[in-house]
């Protein structure tokens, strides 16, 4: 198997995961009563990560768990998916 496949596999991977964090994280919000629709996470995520990051503060001190797990499969999903481009250019 190529490896610009084993890349891409692991971008969706990893994009999906993603994906899924910021659903829990409009969940969260929901159930903590502030105004988050989980199907419009995906034009939505940035506004509540921030609002989650906020709300958790407030309540615990600390950064919730949900923030941390959604930014590294985001950022994991975007390094992965430059390098399978770069793999399939070069």
Not at 68 to 78: D, E, F, K, M
């Amino acid at each position: 198997m190529d490896v610009f496949y084993i890349l891409a596999v692991l971008t969706m991977v990893c994009a999906l995961t993603a994906l899924g964090f910021a659903i829990a994280v409009a969940n969260y919000l929901r159930e903590r009563g502030h105004k988050a629709n989980p199907l419009f996470v995906k034009w939505m995520v940035f506004h509540y990560l921030t609002k989650y990051k906020r709300v958790t503060v407030e309540e615990s001190g600390e950064v919730g768990s949900l923030y941390h797990g959604c930014s590294i499969a985001s950022a994991s999903a975007l390094v992965l998916g430059i390098a399978a481009i770069l793999m399939r250019v070069l």
